[in-house]
């Protein structure tokens, strides 16, 4: 086994030589950047770049495609305005993400994660199979006086590969029991908040609004991050995998099957999905649940508002599109939605990344109409969703794809913040919506358990869940 490492290192080193790097240049805005790419006959677990130094790290993977990107270190921060103004160069690759709502204040638990972060990674790797890219990204001010730069730029990547190559090799962990839990809001809360819902609904306030709970778990020791992350990779469904990972180690991550807007040049796609049901061990029952969310008056307003939203805002700005399918059931590992996508062309002297704002929050995460029902769920929640079901994604030249922070989680050290949410309409009942976000946190609950207790016997949580 050692000889083998040495021959594959030996085998990698070549591969470094500086004939078989391409070197182009990249610009946004003043800033210079000379990047530098090299491919490779190599194959790296997903999770090693969380066991690197903590920096702004950054995993992504599409719901739609195999390849997946790692990137970790942040050779230059770029603010969303920037994003939202300015040509991007097609060399370059942004990874970041933005809040829920905006809040000058910093958040204790979300730290860094309370304002938006966009940042032009130092090194990406990008994973297909058994081939690897490398880039690198080096600002032109760093080397403009070093006659060897191109050298130094191949011995940094020299450097991190190795690293990467030997944070690949570490085992997997099992993950630790937790000590303590907490809901917030607890039952009693909840039950509270869903009622003064129902009464604003009642005076036509809003017609819906996502109300959100989120559990903390407490461990004996820091949770490992790099092997929670490899459970979340180990869930067979469609949606975004991401995770984010900032410098004081704090790591954002989840699976979200809900984009909220993808774009090549004035071309976009979006998602609407709303409506709820568990899965079952067999196809029938399966069937059953998703026949039942299709035909529920409920389950159907609750999703209409969405693409009601959606349909409106794209009309009232004159952008032409059409909806591509329509309350279509997609299955996740422990829930099942109905979806409706749409897509269109931006009309000449706009670009689609202008929707990001328009769109956002959708009445998928937020209410409708938005403005009343945020200033509910603002009061009503007693703390900051930051980057929970705000957007995350990456920007690459002129084209992008973003998802909604949602069935995500918040390393904290020894502490685990798990978040989900439940769009409320009228028949809403508190006991069956605090159900729904209950199993929907099963992406992190599911591999968890209590420091005295055995692992439950994996089951669909949801068969007891019929809305």
């Known amino acids: 086994m050692k000889d083998s490492r040495l021959q594959d290192c030996l085998h990698a080193k070549t591969a470094f030589e500086p004939a078989l ?47 997946w990107e790692a990137a970790w270190g942040a050779s230059q921060l770029v603010s969303f305005e ?15 993400g933005f809040p829920f709502a905006k809040n000058p204040q910093v958040d204790a638990d979300w730290q860094e994660f309370s304002a938006e972060h966009w940042f032009v990674p130092k090194f990406i790797w990008r994973q297909l199979d058994e081939t690897a890219e490398l880039d690198v990204y080096c600002l032109e001010s760093h080397y403009q006086q070093d006659e060897d730069w191109q050298k130094r730029i191949i011995l940094e990547a020299w450097d991190f590969y190795q690293k990467l190559r030997q944070a690949s090799t570490i085992e997997v962990q099992s993950l630790p029991g937790y000590v303590e839990r907490q809901d917030s809001p607890d039952r009693l809360r909840w039950h509270q908040m869903i009622d003064r819902a129902q009464q604003c609904m009642k005076r036509r306030e809003f017609a819906k609004v996502v109300l959100s709970r989120k559990v903390d778990l407490q461990f004996r020791r820091a949770l490992p991050v790099a092997d929670l992350f490899r459970s979340l990779l180990n ?23 809900e984009r909220l807007l993808s774009w090549q040049n004035n ?21 059953a649940f998703a026949t ?67 769109l956002h929050p959708t009445p998928a995460v937020g209410g409708f109409p938005r403005a009343p029902a945020l200033d509910f769920l603002l009061r009503e929640e007693s703390y900051q969703r930051a980057w929970f079901s705000g957007g995350i994604g990456k920007f690459q030249g002129h084209r992008g794809d973003v998802a909604i922070g949602i069935r995500s989680a918040l390393v904290d050290g020894k502490k685990l913040h798990v978040y989900a949410g439940a769009g409320i309409v009228p028949g809403s009942l508190a006991d069956a919506e605090w159900q729904e976000i209950e199993v929907k946190m099963q992406n992190f609950l599911g591999f968890l358990h209590a420091e005295d207790s055995f692992p439950a016997r994996e089951t669909f949580a949801s068969d007891a869940l019929s809305l």
């Open 235 to 257: 869930l067979n469904e469609e949606s975004f995998l991401f995770a984010c990972q900032s410098p004081s180690g704090l790591c954002f991550m989840g699976r979200s099957p």
């Open 82 to 96: 920037d994003l939202l103004a300015l040509d991007i160069d097609p060399e370059l690759t942004i990874f970041g």
């Open 292 to 358: 039942d969310m299709q035909q529920s008056p409920k389950e159907q307003n609750e999703h209409r508002l969405v693409g009601q939203a959606i349909t409106d805002m794209l009309k009232d700005e004159g952008i032409p599109f059409e909806q591509v399918d329509e309350e279509q059931i997609i299955r996740l590992q422990y829930v099942q939605h109905m979806r409706s996508r749409f897509k269109g062309i931006m009309p000449e002297g706009r670009r689609s990344v202008e929707l990001l704002e328009l």
């Open 267 to 287: 071309e976009f796609q979006l998602d609407a999905i709303a409506g709820t049901r568990g899965r079952s061990s067999n196809f029938p029952g399966d069937q």
């Open 21 to 67: 790097w391409q070197w182009t240049r990249a610009s946004l805005g003043p800033h210079r950047w000379v990047k530098a790419s090299l491919k490779l006959q190599d194959t790296l677990r997903p999770e090693s770049f969380l066991r690197l130094p903590p920096d702004w790290a950054f995993f992504w993977k599409s719901k739609e495609l195999k390849t």
